[in-house]
């Protein structure tokens, strides 16, 4: 899938520092573009957990396009998203002798297809008539302009189950690299996962920006089971450490008085804004959570520690020690919270509107 200015670095901030890289230019991406990648591969990847699920609970005779569609809402809601989205049906049709689906997710429409005895779910149809149209793909790291400390930028939701399965990967690189980059966690410019989200992001922006060196303690902890009030205990702070920066970055940037417009004036769809670092977001062309972005440039990468390594390595004019370090052991972490689930090193599930 993809800010005025953060001061929230790990180690420093790169516009007042002497070694900052000297970044290309960010070319202009084309959303619609972007979009059509992300649905397919979102598509693709709701196929294979659909195909890797158990279907003894569906019908296995030929039922109704109603009863297909509740079935396959609630065997979405129930194994696949699991509370971290919700699933509805918008409309359903026979269509070349399957029902078209019309989901609703978080908001996010697409159209899939399922066998008329509800056995089968296919999140998309390839149209076999037509010539494809050609994407342009995010580029591999070695492609990306190198430096000799490179700035890392990674874009999430701070709920999104897709955010937190990459945040899990990369702390270790973090810890490992330490001020060989230039490292911050940003927020996505619209917020699917409720206040919560918001109050959860302005908490964290202002961990970064004025007390960065217990961030990663603070994120790790909270990474665990998603309560903040731990996470803060484990970092060693309370919240009037933070009270002051949060008022004051949540009235310069209306979070709350944006989410309360009755009118949703400016909500991107039916989410509402997270304008803290809205002009990165436009400046990288960020759309959803989550984005790696690296020395200007969106980079596609794995979300295990191992791959995330690899991936900024890469940008490195000359790697130091640390890209060294062998990581496999770690695994690979699953979306969501805690640190005891291990799923494929997904590249393409995300959290987008």
Not at 19 to 48: C, H, M, R, Y
Not at 125 to 142: G, K, Y
């Amino acid at each position: 899938m993809e800010i005025p200015k953060s001061e929230g670095h790990i180690k420093a901030d790169y516009k007042h520092n002497a070694e900052q890289p000297d970044v290309k230019e960010n070319k202009k991406i084309n959303n619609n573009t972007i979009w059509k990648i992300i649905s397919a591969v979102l598509s693709i990847f709701l196929l294979g957990s659909f195909l890797a699920g158990d279907f003894s609970a569906l019908n296995t005779d030929s039922i109704t396009g109603d009863a297909v569609a509740d079935q396959t809402i609630e065997y979405l809601n129930k194994n696949i998203l699991q509370g971290q989205a919700t699933a509805i049906a918008k409309d359903i049709k026979e269509s070349n002798g399957l029902y078209n689906l019309k989901l609703s997710i978080n908001g996010r429409e697409m159209d899939s297809y399922v066998t008329k005895d509800g056995k089968l779910l296919f999140p998309q149809a390839i149209d076999l008539t037509t010539a494809p149209q050609t994407t342009s793909a995010s580029p591999a790291s070695s492609d990306i302009f190198k430096s000799s400390r490179p700035k890392v930028e990674l874009f999430v939701m701070s709920h999104c189950p897709y955010g937190t399965q990459i945040e899990k990967g990369i702390i270790p690189v973090v810890k490992e690299l330490g001020d060989k980059i230039y490292f911050e966690i940003k927020f996505v410019n619209y917020a699917m996962h409720g206040k919560k989200e918001l109050e959860e992001q302005l908490r964290q922006y202002c961990i970064q920006k004025e007390h960065k060196d217990k961030y990663l303690t603070y994120l790790g902890k909270f990474l665990e089971n998603g309560d903040s009030q731990e996470a803060l205990n484990t970092a060693g702070l309370a919240g009037k450490d933070l009270s002051s920066c949060i008022n004051e970055t949540d009235t310069q940037y209306k979070v709350t008085e944006l989410f309360d417009d009755q009118k949703k004036s400016e909500w991107v769809g039916s989410f509402p804004p997270f304008k803290v670092q809205d002009a990165d977001n436009k400046k990288y062309g960020i759309a959803g959570s989550p984005t790696l972005v690296i020395n200007g440039q969106q980079v596609q990468s794995g979300r295990d520690a191992q791959s995330l390594l690899d991936t900024i390595c890469g940008t490195f004019t000359n790697k130091p020690r640390g890209c060294n370090i062998d990581m496999t052991t770690l695994g690979n972490p699953g979306p969501g919270f805690g640190f005891n689930t291990q799923g494929g090193s997904a590249t393409a599930a995300g959290c987008g509107a």
